[in-house]
């Protein structure tokens, strides 16, 4: 069982940046992918950034391509999701999630492994 605890959300305004963590409880290369989503009361989960373990391929939505970053360190067996220039419209709840299979789309009926999330609010 992979567990995921992430960190680093908080209430910032328009225009600053965060910076979350998420901490996986396994070597991160024993899952093929590890990736950021968000989700608003009322509303699916999106996917955010995704990025393969091994090679490090990234995928981001169109909505935060160019301001924000993810990135792993895997000899703290950490992902980092590095947001710049936010918006009110990324308030949401911040999830890690870890995908076994091959391929790290950003779909996230596809991931098997969730952290408990962490808030992000964006006032204007």
């Known amino acids: 069982q992979v567990r995921l605890v992430e960190s680093g959300g908080d209430s910032v305004q328009a225009g600053g940046s965060l910076r979350l963590s998420c901490a996986a409880s396994?070597?991160?290369?024993?899952?093929?992918?590890l990736g950021w989503f968000r989700q608003v009361p009322g509303k699916e989960r999106e996917g955010v950034a995704t990025?393969?373990?091994?090679?490090?391929?990234?995928y981001y939505a169109a909505s935060v391509k160019g301001r924000f970053t993810i990135s792993q360190d895997n000899a703290k067996n950490t992902v980092y999701l590095q947001m710049n220039s936010l918006k009110p419209e990324d308030t949401a709840m911040y999830y890690c999630?870890?995908?076994?299979?091959?391929?790290?789309?950003?779909?996230?009926?596809?991931?098997?492994?969730w952290g408990q999330g962490t808030q992000v609010t964006v006032s204007s």
């Open positions: 990025i393969g373990t091994r090679g490090g391929s990234t």
């Open positions: 396994v070597i991160t290369y024993t899952v093929n992918c």
């Open positions: 999630a870890a995908r076994d299979q091959f391929g790290c789309a950003l779909d996230p009926r596809t991931w098997n492994h």
